[in-house]
Each structure stands twice: as C-alpha cells, then as structure tokens.
C-alpha cells in the first residue's frame, strides 16, 4: 500500500497592504492541512498580490501581472520554508513570470528538500491570447517525488487529451489541475475534462480551483468552482469517479487519502483498460 494524504484548496482571494500580510495567509492556509503529504493551490491564485502595488496597477491588466511577476523570489522562498518546515509537497499558486517578453503562466511544485520544478501552461485560453497576452511555454514534465510521479495540466490544458496521454505514458500517477474559471460552464468543461483524464489515463487528478469576486482586478473578477479529487470509474474506486468533493464556491480545503498501488492495478487489471487500450484508438482510420 503507498498511501498519499492530498488536500486541494478552493481559494478565495484577499487585498493585501504587505508581502507580510500574503505570507501570514499562505501559512494559514498551509498550517491547516500540514497533516497532509501533497497540497494544491490553484491557477492564477497568485494575482491577489497585484494588491501590493494599489488599486490602479491591480486594476490594470499589464500592470497587474508585472506587480505579480515582481513577487516571484519571495513567493518562492515562502513556500520552500512551508513545504519544509512541516515535510510536505505543495503546489504552489500559478502566477506570471516573465522570461521571453512575454509572460508565461507558471505553477511551482516544491517538496520538504526545497524547489523541485515547475509547469508552464500549454495551451492559452482566448482571454489569455487576445487580452492579456500571456503566452504558453511548451512542454511537459514528470516529477518524480517521495509520494508518487506526479504531472500537472493547467485548467484550460486539462482539457486536451493528448497532453494528458502524454503525462500518463511518462508515468503520471497523479496529474494536478489547478484552475481559474469565471462561470460555471468554464469550470465544468475544466472538470469534465479533469474526469475524462482519470478515465483514459487511469490516474488520480487533483483540481484546484479560485472561488469568489474581487472588484479590484478585472483578470480575477470572478471566480466560480469546486475543489475536487477524481480517479478512473473502473470498479477499484468511487463509481462516480469522485474521490472527494467540496462545495461549489465554497473556500477550504478538500481532502482524501489516496492508495497509489490502485493505479497500479486499475492500469493491469481494472475493468475497463483505456489507458493500456488507446493504442487502438489512435490506429482507427475514417472509413
């Protein structure tokens, strides 16, 4: 048995006057399930400190990822002390960087031994492309960890089978999917396509979602979903391929406690076996 303690965070968002005021709240947030082995923050939560450069710079779409981008060395200090301080992995919050001119949107995996990597999105939604102009950085990687090798599609990639075939093929036994969605139908489409990556990949997918409004960011304005735990429907987990759910734009953390040997044997022996089975699909040919 290789059990694996997973909170996922629906995250609300909050004004800050200080950095000090950020990291009060990340270590709250972190102390309240420090009884966990993995914790997921989600897509773009890192906005909230456009905050720290006052109302007009927030208010203002490149300025606000610029404040945000400003703050990248600090959160990453912050979290590596969590992360170590009470032995556990986290997923950080996604945020701008800037390294190409152009801002990628970057989420920061970080273990109990410090910085193990990152993942940049793939694939850029239409307000990402035609408004804000944060672009996508291909590629995806494995991370190999204590608990388990993990992936991570965010929100809008979660969406594309491909990229998650790939995770599962490189050995992908948790995919993580942090998330920003502004109605109900765009967190439903990133959920169902979470769910559908469980069920092909026959893998456990964490998403993480924003939840609230704020009237001081026009990029983070709304904020509409559920945090939830999915595995593959194929008789060795919930037949509804829910693991755990919390409720809809409801902050706080979702938790379960995983056995990663499922995976194992949903991938040899499930009852269905898509994810040894998609070779077939991908030699079907229109008639």
């Known amino acids: 048995m290789r059990p694996v303690k997973i909170a996922t965070a629906a995250y609300d968002f909050d004004w800050f006057e200080s950095f000090a005021d950020y990291e009060a709240k990340i270590t709250r947030w972190v102390e309240?399930?420090?009884?966990?082995?993995?914790?997921v923050f989600p897509e773009y939560g890192a906005m909230e400190l456009a905050s720290l450069g006052g109302r007009e710079v927030a208010a203002d779409l490149e300025q606000s990822l610029?404040?945000?981008a400003r703050?990248?060395?600090?959160?990453?200090?912050?979290?590596?002390?969590?992360?170590?301080?009470?032995?556990?992995?986290v997923l950080a919050a996604s945020g701008p960087v800037f390294e190409k001119g152009r801002p990628f949107n970057r989420a920061v995996l970080f273990g109990p031994n410090g910085r193990i990597g990152h993942q940049d999105k793939q694939i850029m939604t239409r307000f990402e492309r035609e408004d804000?102009?944060?672009?996508g950085n291909a590629g995806l990687r494995i991370f190999d960890t204590a608990i388990g090798k993990l992936g991570i599609l965010i929100c809008y990639d979660s969406e594309f089978p491909l990229l998650g075939r790939v995770l599962a093929e490189a050995g992908a036994e948790i995919i993580l999917v942090p998330s920003c969605t502004d109605t109900i139908a765009g967190f439903n489409r990133v959920k169902i396509g979470a769910m559908a990556r469980a069920?092909?990949?026959q893998s456990v997918?964490?998403?993480?979602?924003?939840?609230?409004d704020v009237d001081w960011c026009p990029a983070i304005d709304e904020?509409?979903?559920?945090a939830a735990i999915y595995a593959p429907a194929d008789g060795l987990w919930p037949e509804t391929g829910i693991v755990a759910e919390g409720t809809l734009d409801q902050p706080g953390w979702?938790?379960?406690?995983?056995d990663l040997d499922r995976v194992t044997e949903s991938r040899r022996d499930g009852r269905v076996l898509p994810f040894k089975h998609w070779p077939e699909s991908a030699e079907s040919k229109l008639l």
């Open 71 to 89: 703050h990248e060395k600090a959160r990453d200090r912050l979290h590596a002390d969590l992360a170590a301080r009470h032995n556990l992995h």
């Open 199 to 201: 069920l092909e990949g």
């Open 205 to 212: 997918i964490v998403q993480s979602p924003t939840v609230g």
């Open 223 to 226: 904020n509409r979903g559920i």
């Open 66 to 68: 610029h404040e945000v």
């Open 132 to 135: 804000w102009d944060v672009i």
């Open 254 to 258: 979702v938790r379960a406690e995983i």
């Open 32 to 39: 309240a399930a420090a009884d966990s082995d993995l914790l």
